[in-house]
């Protein structure tokens, strides 16, 4: 795969009034960039997504991967980074047997800040069945609670800005191993998705950190990735948990240093007292 990139600040200083103390100040303070990413393949327009304009190589692998337009990184012959007077163009050109398959599924996407489900055109795509998780990868309570304390100091962006989510991974021995950010959550973690596969690490093998809530697209883009296990610091939606549970995934959820909430396939956990749903 070849990459044409130009890479654009993720950040920009803004001058803002503050009111503290019965007194107002002025000052300046650093805020997010959000731009209009728009997705191509084979020069056809397939979504435009509000984004963070850093990292855009992982995000164009990762969105390929997770909507399954590929099933491996390779299947992008060549990805062209766009800058223009409205926004970035990610421009990619698939594989020869990946073009077929792609005219044939293609849909439109318009919508605000990693919408997710945005534009789908039907209800059974929107709800389609995640992939089924094959990996017999086992954690502790321990690992958890190191992976998710690991993760602030990693988030220079949100440090900087306060307005940004981040997903990451954590493997045993090794811990975080990727982490990207983004203003939309799902941009995150197709970051990440693309991230793993451009360096070769399999999904099978550890856990996908989320800083925002766990809804179902959260879930099946986690799905396509193989990984066993998703901890977040937020609480996850009713179909979030279903999806787990099908999709063979062990769901923790507002996760903190001091403890989380396992809430499918609690198994997984290894203790001295085993979950059992």
């Given amino acids: 795969m070849s990459v044409v990139a130009l890479e654009a600040s ?3 200083l803004v001058p803002r009034g503050s009111w503290s103390g019965g007194a107002w100040r002025e000052g300046d303070r650093m805020v997010a960039e959000e731009v209009a990413v728009a997705l191509t393949y084979d020069f056809s327009s397939h979504a435009v997504l509000m984004a963070t304009p850093r990292d855009l190589e992982d995000f164009a692998v990762g969105f390929s991967l997770t909507e399954g337009i590929v099933a491996r990184a390779d299947e992008i012959e060549q990805i062209d980074i766009v800058h223009g007077g409205d926004g970035i163009e990610l421009r990619m050109a698939l594989a020869a047997r990946r073009r077929s ?38 954690v502790t309570a321990e ?20 307005a940004v989510h981040a997903a990451a991974f954590w493997q045993s021995g090794q811990g975080i191993v990727a982490l990207r950010e983004d203003v939309g959550r799902h941009n995150a973690l197709d970051k ?11 999904g099978e093998a550890g856990i996908v950190l989320l800083t925002s809530r766990v809804s179902v697209e959260m879930v099946q883009k986690t799905a396509m990735l193989g990984a066993p296990v998703i901890v977040a610091v937020s609480a996850p939606t009713a179909l979030a948990v279903h999806a787990c549970d099908s999709a063979g995934i062990t769901l923790v959820a507002i996760a903190r240093g001091d403890g989380f909430e396992v809430f499918t396939h609690g198994a997984r956990i290894v203790s001295a007292q085993p979950l059992r749903f």
């Fill in 10 to 12: 993720a950040s920009r």
């Fill in 192 to 202: 990440l998705a693309g991230a793993l596969a451009r360096a070769g690490l399999p």
């Fill in 101 to 138: 398959a792609f005219t044939l599924r293609r849909r439109h996407i318009a919508g605000p800040t990693g919408c997710g489900l945005c534009g789908v055109e039907s209800l059974a795509e929107a709800m389609r069945a995640p992939r089924r998780v094959a990996s017999t990868m086992c």
């Fill in 143 to 162: 690992m958890i609670t190191a992976a998710i304390t690991a993760m602030p100091a990693r988030q220079s962006l949100h440090r900087e800005t306060h």
